[in-house]
């Protein structure tokens, strides 16, 4: 969860801040071929020893076996197999593009931001366990840039990035796969992009099978709005913590009813796994709907103090109050940083860009109120004085 202070006023966000990517149809930044969205059809069975469709008695078709709850590691390679796109935070222009073959290598292209240039390179990726366990199926990304392919991007850092699979779905033919950073370094992505929580989608043509939910009250993830067709694609998740989806995993249309109008909305909420409290009438239509904010009582436990009360702190510096002045935005993204002996929220100070939050001064907060800035030059954290 995402937390924005801007002139010391506090505004609650969530993680996924990033806009929408539509990338069924795209034109290769170097071939100038277009690759085209295929024909629909129903997602296959998520292995080959998966559970079979069938028929019963009465004739109807049952669902097909869901990809996205994969079998085994297998399943999980098969489906990462092929090209997905990128975009940069707050973007929908696809940025980067990403190739991953089934024996673990992988190709990337990537637009640089600063100058447009087109960077390639090379590399391996591992699929390793960090909340699972190893007899299930992987929950982790590691990719590692080839030390010896001499190119650009891994002259640049030595890291693609180590990548919780946070989030998965099927939206309007797409996979979409949420990706969380968890190593500390710099990746190709949070050097060239600063982006901590990558959403890659890879088109494929497979349909959703389930239907909306009517008369009810939910909570559900954003990925994907059409304002002229008034249409939100959404996926119903359990707030266990990790936004877990439930049922099959597929974002369905949900149509807005005639006193809703999805563009009074905040935008950035709704696609890229924005998560919203959803009221839905008899019809399946969208009645009422707001933006779910997380009370983070365990990060208030570790550090002493909420976020809130952590921004609040940090607000009454006066560098910090002079940078707020200047338009910069605080970022909290909930992480912690032992300094001292004591737990420590981490807080980033930066710009918030049309495309992308470019990140500046980055400091601590314990819960005591103590006060640190980090030298990015010595990787130490300084005592901040507040006057």
């Known amino acids: 969860m995402k937390r924005k202070i801007s002139k010391l006023l506090i505004v609650f966000f969530v993680l996924f801040l990033l806009p929408g990517c539509d990338t069924q149809i795209w034109e290769d930044p170097q071939s100038g071929d277009k690759s085209g969205s295929s024909s629909a ?20 078709q049952q669902p097909e076996p869901d990809p996205l709850n994969f079998a085994d590691e297998e399943a999980l390679r098969a489906v990462l197999e092929g090209e997905w796109t990128y975009c940069p935070p707050a973007s929908d222009t696809p940025a980067a593009w990403i190739t991953f073959s089934k024996d673990g290598a992988f190709h990337v292209r990537l637009r640089n931001p600063e100058d447009g240039a087109m960077l390639e390179d090379t590399g391996v990726y591992q699929l390793d366990w960090w909340n699972s366990g190893s007899e299930e199926v992987p929950d982790m990304l590691c990719l590692t840039l080839s030390e010896n392919s001499g190119g650009p991007i891994s ?3 030595s890291s693609g990035g180590d990548y919780l699979l946070s989030q998965k779905t099927l939206c309007d033919g797409e996979v979409i796969l949420g990706l969380m950073q968890l190593n500390n370094g710099d990746t190709m992505f949070s050097l060239y992009f600063s982006d901590m929580f990558l959403v890659l989608k890879r088109h494929t043509g497979w349909q959703p099978q389930g239907e909306v939910r009517k008369s009810e009250i ?7 709005v059409d304002y002229e067709a008034q249409t939100l694609w959404l996926d119903d998740v359990t707030l266990d913590g990790e936004y877990a989806n439930t049922g099959r995993y597929e974002a369905l249309p949900y ?22 409290t959803v009221e839905t009438d008899e019809m399946g239509r969208i009645e009422e709907i707001e933006p779910y904010i997380e009370e983070n009582d365990e990060l208030a436990e570790l550090v002493g103090a909420t976020e809130e009360e952590a921004m609040n702190y940090l607000s009454q510096v006066y560098e910090v109050q002079e940078y707020l002045e200047q338009g910069m935005t605080m970022l909290s993204e909930g992480r912690i940083e032992v300094i001292e002996g004591e737990n420590c929220l981490v807080i980033t100070l930066g710009t918030e860009h049309e495309e992308h939050f470019v990140r500046e001064l980055v400091y601590a907060v314990s819960g005591t109120g103590m006060i640190y800035s980090y030298d990015l030059l010595e990787d ?8």
């Open 218 to 224: 939910f909570h559900a993830s954003a990925w994907k």
């Open 41 to 60: 059809q129903s997602a296959p069975s998520p292995s080959p020893g998966g559970e079979e469709s069938f028929l019963p008695d009465d004739g109807e």
């Open 155 to 157: 002259a640049q850092v």
């Open 380 to 387: 130490s954290w300084n005592i901040v004085g507040m006057g």
């Open 255 to 276: 149509q807005a009813a005639p006193n809703l109008d999805l563009a009074s909305l905040p935008p950035q909420l709704l696609v890229d796994g924005g998560v919203w």
